[in-house]
T-cell receptor, first 108, second 114 residues
Framework: AQRVTQPEKLLSVFKGAPVELKCNYS??????LFWYVQYSRQRLQLLLR??SRESIKGFTADLNKGETSFHLKKPFAQEEGSAMYYC??????????FGAGTTVTVRA | ETGVTQSPTHLIKTRGQQVTLRCSSQ?????VSWYQQALGQGPQFIFQ???????GRGNFPPRFSGLQFPNYSSELNVNALELDDSALYLC?????????????FGPGTRLTVL
């Protein structure tokens, strides 16, 4: 079975402060991990995909297989970063399993 | 290149009725997945279609069914609606390659069952 846990429902940070969103997963094989973001009144969109190792909008995420984690990080929070963030996992069957999401509020 | 579109945007039905939701995939994408997102939760996988055949299903009863058409548009049908079916329904299209694939989501259809 595949499972994604995002332990923080809400996260409030000040503009310019570092941001870290936690994600832990459970999967018996080699998963593919994603972060999706949903801004207010917009559709779910891909933020980053671990296999491509891209950095989008200053976000990075490292897959730690020992700790089964895929935490999302950004060194300096920006006000436009206020959104809902979802961690997701895809196994051999390509279906996406999502965490419950973390609502991030960036305060001025 | 056009993105994923869904219709209708909102829908209100009563318990026991049937509903059909529609999705138009991103150009060139031959795979579509459907998800249910209840309030305050992450999307839950319903099923996936690849080249008009069901290619995987989540923990949803048979009253949730789907179709994919030759132009890769698709439908989600739900029979005998229950109150708990109230949710945002998302479709996502993708084009599998040897390097895996990324799913691109539509804006969703908000279904309310009274």
């Amino acid at each position: 079975a595949q499972r994604v846990t995002q332990p923080e429902k809400l996260l409030s940070v000040f503009k310019g402060a570092p941001v870290e969103l936690k994600c832990n997963y459970s999967y018996s094989g080699s998963p593919e991990l994603f972060w999706y973001v949903q801004y207010s009144r917009q559709r779910l969109q891909l933020l980053l995909r671990h296999i491509s190792r891209e950095s989008i909008k200053g976000f990075t995420a490292d897959l730690n297989k020992g700790e089964t984690s895929f935490h999302l990080k950004k060194p300096f929070a920006q006000e436009e970063g206020s959104a809902m963030y979802y961690c997701a996992l895809s196994g051999n069957d390509y279906k996406l399993s999502f965490g419950a999401g973390t609502t991030v509020t960036v305060r001025a | 290149e056009t993105g994923v579109t869904q219709s209708p945007t909102h829908l209100i039905k009563t318990r026991g009725q049937q509903v059909t939701l529609r999705c138009s995939s991103q150009s060139g994408h031959n795979t579509v997945s459907w998800y249910q997102q209840a309030l305050g939760q992450g999307p839950q996988f319903i099923f996936q279609y690849y080249r008009e055949e069901e290619n995987g299903r989540g923990n949803f009863p048979p009253r949730f069914s789907g179709l994919q058409f030759p132009n890769y548009s698709s439908e989600l049908n739900v029979n005998a609606l229950e109150l708990d079916d109230s949710a945002l329904y998302l479709c996502a299209s993708s084009l599998p390659t040897s390097g895996g694939y990324t799913q691109y989501f539509g804006p969703g259809t908000r279904l309310t069952v009274l």
